[in-house]
């Protein structure tokens, strides 16, 4: 085997969640698109309206006290290490289950592969990968599916399960609650660093394959309703839409969000995404920056892969970045 054939980031346009289509441009083609035909087979209580993480329907016959959650997630390389790719890609999956305070049942595989570009056997350890992660999540992993593409892709369409009447939604949000992050910031300018240079960072890979399920269990357990993943869309864009879909403003204390070691440098050498730049034009309009300079401005959009929980609410030893506040001009007010 080669080492350009070990540098999966090398066969993508992009990385990770970078890739995302860009959000204002999604939200025009999924317009509208909210309603099925037919007689649903039970009732939709978190779907496309507000751009939340996950789909959850109450199932029939469960007395109200069972819903069912269903996500899919998949993205090109991030990282060149295939094992890593694969535990970072379901690691990301996972997050939406946990984001709308549910519990991974079951994942398939959803693989794209350059056959007779690259070697199956780095596609086997993108597959183990994602088992290790499933498996920890105690997820189980049943098959999937798989196609020849020019450019490898990998991620998982997952199910699982929630109570709902005890669900962490995007639109819940109240004013007066604080903002809880609970990973920091910088996988985005790291992983572009990586791509460019082939330096690792095992501090971002740790942090991008770690699970949310604790942070999804804790904020429960404080009693939060309300909550997000911060990924494709950065910090800002997605706190964007939980203020939006909650009619409140949230007002972000820049000094007090947490970065990995080396984002910041990273970032002022230029590694800078086409995602994360597409962000901050989505969000800009929509957000008091008060004299924020340009590269927190940028930090702060900086397209994520697999990031944390955005939580309403406090989380014991997980750092406040800010709170929710009356709606005001704007959405999003950084200080």
Known sequence: ?????????????????????????????????????GAPNGELIVGLDTGDDAAVVRLPGSHGGLAAVATADFFTPVVDDPYDWGRIAAANALSDVYAVGGRPLVA??????????????????????????????????????SVDDPEPKYGMAVTGVADPAALLRN????PGLPLTLTKPLGVGVLNNRHKA??????????????????????ALDAGATCATDVTGFGLLGHLYKLARASGVTAVVDAAAVPYLDGARESLRAGYVSG?????????????????????????????????????????????????????????????
């Open 108 to 145: 398939v595989n959803l693989l794209s592969w350059p056959r007779g570009v690259l070697p199956f056997e780095l596609a086997r350890e993108v597959l183990r990968g994602g088992l290790d992660v499933a498996a920890e999540a105690g997820c189980h992993v049943g098959g999937g599916h």
């Open 1 to 37: 085997m080669t080492e350009t054939a070990k540098r999966l980031t090398q066969y993508a346009h992009g990385g990770g969640c970078a890739c995302k289509i860009p959000p204002g441009e999604l939200e025009d083609v999924v317009a509208g698109l909210t309603t099925a035909p």
């Open 275 to 335: 995602g994360t730049r597409r962000n901050l034009d989505w969000v800009a309009p929509h957000t008091d920056f008060r004299g924020t300079p340009e590269e927190d401005r940028l930090l702060l959009a900086d397209a994520q892969t697999s990031g944390g929980l955005l939580v309403a609410g406090e989380i014991p030893g997980e750092p406040v970045i800010g709170e929710l506040v009356p709606a005001g001009e704007f959405p999003v007010v950084v200080r």
């Open 171 to 174: 639109d819940t949000g109240k």
């Open 197 to 218: 240079t082939g330096e690792v960072f095992p501090h971002a890979v740790a942090a991008m394959a770690a699970l949310n399920r604790d942070a999804s269990a804790a």
